[in-house]
């Protein structure tokens, strides 16, 4: 017989297995009973945990791609900025360098043209003093200047048959 302490115990895990199991079941019998519902919740979460993960990961990828479309416009738009930027100097520059090409151009014509007026200038001195000359040698030698006259045609004459 059970003394007073056992019966409590005994009483208590009569509770205890009637509360957790069905009757007279023990424990192995219970999961033996409930392993497949408990197979099946344990898939029925993995395959929950699965599509929960997925459709993070799938959330996830979408905001990456979409992050990744958001950077690559924004790097068009820098590079179109860049490209127009340089583009607009190469443009200034071209003109300025035109426009320099062109004065140096007007400046080397207005150049050409004082030394062209220089030098007619000077080429108008020198027949003018030439004709002087002539003049004053023609009123002070009449006869040795019409014999160098016809010994310069007579040499003309000579080179022009040849």
């Known amino acids: 017989m059970c003394c007073r302490r056992n019966r409590r115990n005994c009483r208590r895990d009569d509770r205890l297995r009637k509360r957790n199991f069905h009757h007279n079941q023990t424990f192995s019998a219970h999961l033996t009973a409930n392993s497949s519902e408990l197979v099946m919740s344990i898939t029925d979460g993995e395959a929950r945990m699965r599509d929960w993960t997925d459709k993070a990961t799938a959330e996830r990828l979408e905001k990456d ?7 690559i416009a924004a790097l068009t738009d820098q590079i179109t900025d860049a490209l127009n930027t340089f583009a607009n100097a190469t443009g200034k520059q071209a ?41 004053d040698a023609i009123t002070q030698r009449p006869l040795a200047t019409v014999g160098v006259a016809l010994g310069i045609g007579f040499l003309i004459g000579f080179a022009w048959r040849r």
Not at 65 to 71: E, G, Q, S, T
Request: negative net charge.
């Open 95 to 135: 003109r300025r360098g035109y426009k320099q090409a062109r004065d140096n151009v007007d400046s080397t014509l207005d150049d050409f043209s004082e030394r062209g007026s220089a030098m007619m200038g000077a080429a108008q001195d020198a027949y003018g003093s030439i004709e002087e000359t002539l003049e």
């Open 65 to 71: 791609v979409a992050a990744v479309k958001n950077d």
